[in-house]
């Protein structure tokens, strides 16, 4: 072999080299676009639904603020006849007329707790709705699960076809605060029950077409847990589990199991998406007609974006 060919053999070894440095860096810069256009289709598909949240809510809110005012008010002046008429000459007429004021004063009360709760689900809601620029705080799961749990309840239960539902609570104490996107995470656990709720709802239908009184009770179970620094939250409930052929289906965009119009087939897949912008993992194990257990795994604090 003469010094021509050593040079070019050389040359072709430097060549294939470069050429696989910049195939790696290529490769690094899609796998970059690729999760840059990710996360703009992440955005954009939680603002669509947090306008639409964010105004609903909005509207909502105005009367409650009126019911809640007003009630007050209308307390204060109850009070104030009261007060007039103890001044008065005592006699059954009046001791009627101060019964029937304590009984209006009772109802008015009423109003104003439901009232205030009702605003507190707004809020609630309009923290729901919020997309866009938010940023990753330091946050108390536990009680962002106790009070989004809770809303998507009031939710099931203000809707159609109610059903009763009981919960087990298995939180770790110890978990403290972890560094989410609440506005975000508020919109998994909502999803996830509503999936619970609908799951637990066609086990107790399919059910009463068998037995008029079936015994079974819907039931959810939240869990949180952390296990090398991973913090791990679960949501489980008993109800008609998802059919093997279609559990790796099911958090594909638009994929849904519901007839009709009834579902859209975003709710999951949107789930899974704000996990995986918090560089968390969603997995579900499911057996037919006994449970789904939905697994989000975030990772530590210090690797959050």
């Known amino acids: 072999m ?18 696989e440095i910049r195939t790696l860096e290529l490769e690094k810069s899609l796998k970059g676009y690729q999760e840059l256009q990710e ?47 103890k001044n008065l000459k005592q006699n059954d007429t009046i001791a009627d007329i101060e019964e029937l004021l304590q009984d209006i004063r009772s109802n ?16 609630s809601m309009l923290m729901h ?23 998507a309840f009031h939710g099931m239960r ?8 009981s919960f087990e609570w298995d939180l770790d104490t110890d978990i403290g605060l972890v560094s989410i996107i609440a506005e975000d995470f508020s919109r998994v656990i909502v999803n996830l029950c509503n999936n619970a709720f609908d799951a637990m709802r066609s ?23 952390q296990i090398e620094k991973k913090i791990i939250t679960e949501i489980e409930d008993n109800g008609a589990g998802i059919p093997e052929p279609i559990l790796n289906r099911i958090l594909e965009p638009f994929f849904t199991t519901k007839k009709g119009k009834e ?22 194990l499911s057996k037919e007609g006994e449970f789904t257990r939905f697994e989000i795994t975030l990772p530590p604090i210090s690797t959050a974006p």
């Open 263 to 284: 579902g859209t087939g975003l709710g999951l897949s949107i789930t899974h998406d704000i996990v995986k912008a918090h560089k968390g993992s969603l997995s579900i």
């Open 39 to 85: 996360q703009l289709l992440i955005q954009e598909k939680l603002a669509s639904l947090g306008q639409l949240s964010a105004g609903i809510a909005h509207e909502i809110k105005n009367p409650i603020n009126f019911i809640n005012n007003f009630s007050e008010l209308s307390i204060e002046y109850v009070e104030e006849i009261v007060e007039e008429l």
């Open 129 to 151: 709705s919020r997309g866009g620029q938010s940023e990753f705080v330091q946050t108390n799961l536990n009680g962002l699960l106790q009070e989004f749990v809770n809303l």
């Open 203 to 225: 086990k107790l239908n399919l059910l009463s077409e068998v037995d008029k009184q079936p015994t079974y009770q819907p039931k959810l179970i939240i869990r949180t847990k």
């Open 158 to 165: 203000a809707g159609k076809n109610p059903i009763n539902v």
């Open 108 to 123: 008015l009360e009423k109003i104003l707790q439901h009232g205030k709760r009702a605003d507190s689900i707004v809020k």
């Open 2 to 19: 003469d010094k021509v060919q050593e040079d070019w053999i050389e040359k072709n070894k430097e060549l294939k080299r470069l050429l």
